[in-house]
């Protein structure tokens, strides 16, 4: 598998719908998860900072739920983009999605210290909304599943924005 | 419903287990989630930092994540701790649970610059393992659901400690 993304949806995410903690390329004090094709799959490559602990030595559970999650939205843009004809760099803008549950499963401890790996499987089950099944692992270990439901992000989302 | 939270279980649980990104009060990183009892059921307030947004104007749902998660083995230790005969201030630790599964329905954009206030049932379905449906609002409106399992910490955490 490779283990960088290149070319990541989030960077061709309109600059309105660019700051999300987790994933927004505009939010300085966020994650940058960027999540990209691994053929038919999608795969978001992040290491924890030092202080994103659980106990000592393993991984914090809302850092892993965050990289599920904002993996999972930004698979589900992926696959719409895909459906719609897009690819990353051609300058058209990739559509947002938001989430609409999230669910994980911790299977082991999480190690800290290496990069996290989430290989994602997409499934349409509506054409505004995607399932995402999603594993991580680390040290080619799988250490938690997840499934996301994505959503096309409502008009009313920036109707209501506080500004 | 009272608004703070004066005693929290998080300031009991024993050094070693006291540095979770998420409720860990030695991590100086983290975000301090303080969990104690309201009533019958359990509470945690917490101010999302102006950073933790997911579009502008709403809270990041990988936060609402993570405080639904150290809601959840908060409100599962202080259960056990309770059950234990023991209160907060007693000089006794508190049992320290980790996290087996977490769900969250979001129901609605949750906004931000407001306190999220968690409040969480408890149901024991095994002396090791505690289930807890915890809803979060924001200006008492309900914006999600969440539903922790959460199992005692085995010993085995601390045996693969990396340090």
Redesign the interface.
């Given at each position: 598998m490779e283990e960088k993304v290149i070319k990541a949806i989030q960077d061709v995410y309109p600059d309105?719908?660019a700051?999300?903690?987790?994933c927004?390329r505009l939010?300085?004090?966020?994650h940058h998860f960027r999540t990209g094709w691994l053929g038919e799959q999608t795969m978001t490559i992040f290491t924890p900072?030092p202080?994103?602990?659980?106990?000592?030595?393993?991984v914090?559970?809302?850092?892993i739920?965050?990289l599920i999650?904002?993996h999972g939205t930004g698979s589900a843009a992926l696959a719409l983009h895909k459906k719609n004809g897009q690819v990353i760099g051609d300058g058209s803008d990739a559509p947002?999605f938001?989430?609409?549950?999230?669910?994980?499963?911790?299977l082991k401890?999480t190690?800290?210290?290496v990069p996290l790996k989430a290989v994602g499987t997409l499934q349409e089950i509506h054409p505004k909304k995607w399932k995402v099944e999603t594993e991580v692992y680390a040290n080619n270990h799988l250490c938690a599943r997840g499934e996301v439901v994505a959503v096309v992000?409502p008009s009313?989302?920036?109707a209501?924005?506080?500004?």
């Open positions: 309105d719908f700051w999300c903690y987790g927004g939010n300085e004090e966020g900072k202080e994103h602990t659980a106990l000592p030595g393993y914090y559970g809302g850092m739920a965050s999650d904002c947002r938001v989430t609409a549950s999230l669910k994980v499963d911790y401890p190690p800290h210290g992000m009313t989302f920036l209501k924005e506080e500004k």
